[in-house]
């Protein structure tokens, strides 16, 4: 199998030409080592030329291991054959900037065909394609990703290289003085044999090889780095030496400057003082709005129709454990997977929209000022937002952020933030247990829940705050957070679509499955052993002569809390009560606890169920309310509320959350911190809440 | 010594060098803001961080602490 791989500055048009030339199905995904997306389809007119799209590079010089892939991709270093061709789409408007990538390749010996994009945009500054293609020496062919133009005249370009198969040579540009070429002598030696022996590989090694978070670089080339002692005169001397050739040979090229004033006009408008910060919160309401309220009658819907088909199954099955198995464990753990497409759907679409428009680089440096303080950058601010709703979709946003770490400090902070699963909870406990006050006009349990929210916020952000100093992969590294601003463009519906479907797709694939079996699992350990404790009544003979419905709804709900009384995880309940009893709480809201793992809101179900009032939340309420200890005090009281509350607030009671950041991290070590923190951090706030309110007197 | 950070809007000067750690001035470098390029403030944002450039014909963002590396002359 031939590959052509993909390669340019972020945002020049790669994934718009991929789609063109491979017809836009894509095998998705991740490099290896790193959580970056990779896609590879065949190209249309050659099938047997597989394509592979790469994420946008300004340089391949690298401190990350996802800032590795550009290096990695184009030179096969890592495990995938190397390309054949490496196509390097260069934005006609940002001409010198895009073409310093491709004089990097080109000193490494790739053979490279460029893709000249935006050439739409760039008017009359585009450069001439036959007089470029003279001074860089490979084809060079004008496109326009939006539209396809050109894309026919690229796919023959790229089969010629591929068909020339005649090996590239490396072409430098620049000599280097004799102190960096003695450099570049011990580091060349020391390359190993399965990489490319070039100058410019050794140039790379010296340039990032350090202080760095390298994947597979070898030990002896570590040590040749080392011995060359390379410094910031190294950068200097290998950077302006590209530049310089650039600006002598291509900047002359663009004939015009390139117009910019209609995006300068709505950057008037969009970024203005006052104005673009209203614009700014509208914008960012709707969109917290649609995932939060108006995406919950198609959530509604969804567990309408699992509804549906739970009865259907439940009417064709035999009584017994298969049916429940397939009712409450398949039929519903697959509706807790497909439950969350119109939040992802919804939010994709949105950033899909931003993104294409040029607005989400604008929120990131509208925003900048104010997530850095919590050492995050303006890109954290949509997924943090979306966290608001629903942590699953807002850890899938993390990928709009281009560093890995940002990507994780925001994904462990992000189930901090009030998710609407925790609504219910919150709702339940404060109207059961809590007295109806008013202050100054304002009912104190609509102020209890904005003050959960408020709490929410606090203990995100500065978890965030502590976490980006203690975590040592977490710490930030002096790097410039520079974002491009990129001119205003149309979005096109058809990328937003096929964006939202890759989304969902990989979502159901890789975190779907993991929920399911959760669920499945979960969803036994309540189950089993099914076997009512020693001496119960004799339900079944109660309910078949109970007097009226009313009486028989009440056996059915003694009995099911009978059962779930006696399951693995009400044994499960009791062995943890220990451990909960400290923060007020019993082996029931222990069952609570655990059932809430599959999503937070079955809490109040499961609650339900193993206090023997089915799933009526109103009778749970008051069965709350007048629950007494032995001593006659109430079991629940306000303070057991706010501990509970503050619990829910503080852990991460949510394996969907957890099977996500498992998806985005590549691996169990990030959930498994986060669950780890996030308990450690829940359990201490509520005994701290528990004990201290005790001794107040409460 | 004027840094980027102290210039006033649309004025443009040439960059002299930049300051900082090795990464990070390897970065900026690479983005095209090395010695004897021209840049400009266009804009700064409204919480006043970051400041918009323009540099070889394209805008970037830029944080206020990180144009303070920048070396500039009129
Ligand atoms: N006017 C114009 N817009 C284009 C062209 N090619 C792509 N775009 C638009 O430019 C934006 C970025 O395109 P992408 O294809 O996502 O760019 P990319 O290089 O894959 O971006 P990253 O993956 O983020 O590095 C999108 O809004 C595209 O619709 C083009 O030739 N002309
Ligand atoms: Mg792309």
Redo the contacts between chains.
């Keep these: 199998m031939t590959t052509v791989a993909l390669l340019g500055n972020p945002n020049t048009g790669k994934t718009s030409v991929w789609n063109r030339l491979t017809g836009g199905s894509a095998k998705v995904g991740n490099y290896p080592g790193v959580t970056v997306e990779r896609r590879v389809g065949a190209l249309r007119k050659r099938p047997d030329i597989d394509v592979v799209d790469v994420p946008g590079a300004y340089s391949l010089v690298a401190r990350s291991a996802d800032e590795q892939i550009a290096l990695d991709v184009a030179l096969g270093l890592d495990g995938e054959p190397a390309p054949a061709v490496v196509v390097v789409c260069v934005d006609a408007t940002q001409l010198v900037r895009s073409l310093y990538l491709l004089l990097q390749l080109q000193e490494l010996g790739a053979r490279c065909v460029v893709a000249l994009t935006m050439t739409d945009e760039a008017g009359p500054a585009a450069p001439n394609a036959t007089e470029l293609a003279h001074v860089l020496g490979c084809a060079v062919v004008p496109v326009v990703g939006r539209t396809g133009a050109g894309v026919d005249a690229l796919a023959t370009a790229i089969i010629t290289a591929v068909d020339a198969g005649a090996p590239a040579a490396p072409v430098v540009r620049w000599q280097p003085s004799p102190a960096l070429a003695a450099q570049i002598a011990t580091v060349r030696a020391a390359l190993p044999a399965s990489w490319p022996q070039t100058d410019a590989l050794a140039v790379w090694a010296l340039q990032c090889v350090g202080d760095d978070e390298l994947i597979r670089v070898p030990a002896a080339v570590r040590a040749a780095v080392a011995a060359a002692a390379p410094t910031a005169a190294l950068d200097d001397e290998v950077i302006a030496a590209r530049y310089r050739w650039l600006d002598e040979q291509v900047a002359g090229l663009a004939k015009a400057k390139v117009d910019r004033r209609r995006t300068a006009r709505v950057d008037r408008v969009l970024l203005h003082r006052g104005l673009g910060l209203v614009i700014f919160g509208a914008v960012m309401f709707v969109l917290f709005m649609s995932l939060f309220a108006w995406s919950e009658p198609a959530i509604a819907a969804v567990e309408t129709a699992f509804g549906w088909v739970g009865d259907g199954a439940r009417a064709v099955l035999p009584d017994g454990v298969i049916e429940d198995f397939v009712v409450d464990g398949v039929i519903g753990g697959v509706g807790s997977v497909v439950v969350f497409l119109p939040q992802i759907l919804l939010l994709f679409f949105f950033l899909g929209l931003l993104e294409d428009f040029g607005y989400l680089a604008r929120v990131a440096y509208l925003m900048d000022r104010i997530m850095r303080t919590m050492k995050l950058s303006g890109r954290a601010f949509v997924p943090m937002l979306s966290g608001f709703a629903c942590a699953v979709p807002a850890v899938m946003a993390t990928r709009t952020m281009e560093r890995q770490r940002d990507r994780i400090l925001t994904m462990l902070v992000i189930p901090l933030m009030t998710c609407s699963a925790r609504l219910p909870v919150y709702t339940l406990v404060i109207a059961a247990l809590f007295p109806s006050h008013t202050v100054g006009g304002l009912s104190t349990k609509s102020l209890l829940m904005v003050g959960m929210y408020g709490f929410s916020l606090v203990t995100s952000l500065a978890a965030a705050w502590v976490l980006a100093r203690v975590v040592k992969p977490l710490r930030a590294k002096r790097l410039p957070f520079v974002i491009e601003l990129p001119p205003y463009r149309a979005p096109r519906m058809r990328d937003v679509v096929r964006m939202m479907g890759t989304k969902t797709w990989a979502f159901l694939r890789e975190a779907g499955t993991v929920i399911l079996a959760c669920t499945i699992a979960l969803w036994a350990l309540l189950y089993f052993p099914r076997e009512l404790p020693a001496g119960s009544p004799d339900y079944q003979a109660q309910i078949a002569a109970a007097p009226s419905p009313e009486a028989k709804a009440e056996l059915e709900h003694a009995r099911d809390g009978a059962l779930l009384e006696n399951s693995y995880g009400a044994r499960l309940g009791h062995a943890i009560e220990p451990a909960i009893e400290p923060l007020g709480f019993d082996w029931k809201i222990g069952v609570g606890i655990i059932g809430a793992f599959a999503a937070r809101e079955v809490f109040v179900s499961t609650l339900g169920v193993i206090h023997g009032v089915g799933d009526d939340e109103g009778s749970l309420r008051k069965h709350l309310a007048s629950e007494r200890k032995a001593d006659g005090t109430p079991r629940y009281t306000p303070l057991v509320g706010l501990s509970l509350m503050v619990f829910f607030a503080l852990a991460c009671q949510c394996m969907s959350t957890l099977a996500v950041i498992k998806r985005e991290t590549g691996g169990y070590r990030w959930p498994a911190f986060v669950f780890g923190y996030m308990t450690v951090l829940a359990w201490v706030s509520s005994f701290l809440v528990f004990q201290i309110g005790s001794l107040l007197g409460y | 010594m004027l840094t980027l950070a102290e210039v006033e809007r649309h004025a443009q000067v040439a960059i002299v060098a930049v300051d900082?750690?090795?990464?990070?001035?390897?970065?900026?470098?690479?983005?095209?803001l090395?010695?004897g390029?021209q840049v400009a403030i266009t804009?700064i944002?409204?919480?006043?961080?970051?400041l918009?450039i323009e540099v070889?014909?394209?805008?970037?963002?830029?944080?206020k602490d990180?144009a303070a590396q920048i070396r500039v002359r009129r």
Excluded at chain 2, 20 to 28: A, K, N, T, V, W
């Design positions: 900082g750690e090795r990464g990070f001035r390897r970065r900026l470098l690479e983005l095209g090395c010695p390029t804009n944002a409204p919480l006043g961080d970051p918009e070889r014909g394209g805008r970037l963002s830029i944080r990180e």
